[in-house]
């Protein structure tokens, strides 16, 4: 079965600076690889999509790559704020297998001031 | 227009009572997703519903849990004769459909504590 790790449960990056967040899937490429915020005691909050044909995705501040061949996404933060600690989930969309959407346990990120 | 509306916030059941978790959706849409959350983990996949039809339920446990989404009304997660390890966060999310647009718009969530 389709498994999904990102590289770390917590992640510290000073302020300012980029924070790279890592996914790795096994087995097949999902249809579309997505990105959620979650905050303590919330629900998580959709923020990027990106297909299996795209290389590279963009919205403000925020920055999603997807490398089919290493079976990986990397999100990218660019100048970190502490308002930007949260817990980042990745999440398969597999309907190109089956229909579900799977998520990984997530990375915890504290932007240190 | 609402968000994913999930009811109660918070839920109490002793052992061996039921436990009934509703999900109303984003207006039009007409997915439904059910997932469970432990403490320090991820969410975890239960069951994918369309209007009246359940269209994967493999992540549910085969007994004591069952799921619906009538053709009016919210979307239900029951748990019969809840034990200890039932207690977690159960998230409902909705999506429009299967199209381009596929992302998933979340619930508050309802915390079932079993005591």
């Known amino acids: 079965s389709q498994k999904i790790e990102q590289n770390s449960e917590a992640l510290n990056i000073q302020e300012g600076k980029t924070a790279t967040l890592t996914c790795n899937y096994t087995?097949?490429?999902?249809?579309?690889l997505q990105w959620y915020r979650q905050d303590p005691g919330r629900g998580p909050v959709f923020l990027l999509l990106?297909?299996?044909?795209?290389k590279e995705k963009r919205k403000e501040r925020l920055k999603v790559t997807f490398d089919t061949t290493l079976k990986q996404s990397l999100f990218h933060i660019t100048a970190s704020q502490p308002a930007d600690s949260a817990t980042y989930l990745c999440a398969l969309d597999t309907r190109n297998r089956d229909d579900k959407i799977i998520f990984g346990k997530g990375t915890r990120l504290h932007i240190l001031p | 227009n609402a968000g994913v509306m999930q009811n109660p916030r918070h839920l109490v059941r002793r052992r061996g009572q039921e436990a009934r978790l509703r999900c109303s959706p984003m207006k039009g849409h007409s997915h439904v997703y059910w997932y469970r959350q432990l403490p320090e983990e991820g969410l975890k996949f239960m069951v994918y519903?369309?209007?009246?039809?359940?269209?994967?339920e493999s992540g549910m446990p085969k007994e004591r849990f069952s799921a619906e989404f009538p053709k009016e009304g919210p979307s239900i997660l029951r748990i019969q004769q809840v034990v200890r390890g039932d207690s977690a966060a159960y998230f409902c999310?909705?999506?429009?459909?299967?199209?381009?647009?596929?992302?998933?718009?979340f619930g508050q969530g309802t915390r079932l504590t079993v005591v």
């Open positions: 519903l369309q209007k009246e039809n359940i269209i994967d």
């Open positions: 999310a909705s999506s429009p459909g299967r199209g381009e647009n596929t992302e998933a718009f």
């Open positions: 990106i297909r299996e044909n795209e």
């Open positions: 087995n097949y490429s999902p249809a579309y």
